[in-house]
């Protein structure tokens, strides 16, 4: 019998995945999308924000646009890239888990359980909605942390480690489980450092871009290297 996969083993196979030929046009169509979301998303939210101020009657030049529009960009760009990442992600996330089994794994995936639009569409939403929230939860604490100079970061890198964590295994493991009630073969910790893995990289401007498919890519080995299990569980 095969040794386990280890975490590192799964990173590296992923990103050897991307050079894959339909793993690199999933990841660039990912990436694009990504970016017209967070685009529109935010240029959404400066327009608000100028209705609101409009409103009030404040009146403001082209300098102070300028400043509101900079810190809009980096509010979005702290608090929205990640949650807009997964959500795209989970829209191409059985595409990108295909393209990888497919190459590495035609058994299994022979046997794999195929997702329904209505059922993809719930995930895809759920996994959004979680990311905000925590995201929102987090945001108070985070603000108090300011101070420490890296707390703000550290607790924020920790909430969506664990959310990234959670859905990129959820996302491999939902067409192979046999039951709802069988538990992924990854361990609670593995899911937690492969989170923050990819996490961290979307912290790293146009990394940011590849990591959501390279945490997929990864998760599909490490469920599929430490299972082997699959069916046998």
Same mark, same amino acid.
């Given at each position: ?12 196979r ?7 030929? *339909?793993?690199?046009r999933?990841? %660039? ?5 990504t ?7 935010g ?28 810190l809009?960009?980096? $509010? ?6 990640? %949650?807009? =990442? ?25 046997r ?11 995930i ?19 603000? =108090? $942390?300011?101070?420490?100079? %890296? ?6 890198? *920790?909430? +969506? ?45 146009? *990394? +940011?871009?590849?990591a ?9 080995? $490490? ?11």
């Amino acid at each position: 019998m095969q040794a386990p996969l280890g975490l590192p083993t799964a990173l590296l196979r992923g990103a050897g995945a991307l050079a894959e030929g *339909a793993v690199l046009r999933l990841l %660039i169509k990912v990436a694009l999308s990504t970016l017209a979301v967070f685009v529109a998303l935010g240029g959404a939210l400066l327009y608000a924000l100028d209705t609101w101020l409009a409103s009030l009657g404040v009146a403001y030049g082209a300098e102070l646009g300028a400043l509101a529009a900079l810190l809009v960009t980096v $509010l979005a760009g702290w608090l929205l890239f990640r %949650i807009v =990442a997964l959500a795209i992600l989970q829209f191409f996330a059985d595409d990108v888990v295909v393209a990888v089994e497919r190459r590495f794994y035609a058994d299994a995936h022979s046997r794999a359980r195929k997702l329904g639009l209505a059922e993809e569409v719930r995930i895809a939403l759920g996994g959004a909605a979680r990311a905000l929230l925590a995201n929102l939860v987090a945001a108070p604490f985070a603000l =108090a $942390l300011l101070f420490t100079g %890296i707390g703000t970061a550290a607790l924020f890198w *920790a909430v +969506n480690a664990w959310l990234l964590g959670r859905e990129l295994v959820d996302m491999v493991w939902l067409r192979h489980r046999p039951t709802r009630e069988t538990p992924a073969p990854v361990s609670r910790a593995e899911r937690f450092l492969l989170g923050g893995a990819i996490a961290a990289l979307m912290f790293v401007p146009f *990394a +940011n871009l590849i990591a959501p498919v390279l945490g997929a890519a990864a998760a599909t080995h $490490l469920v599929h290297g430490r299972g082997r299990a699959l069916h046998a569980v």
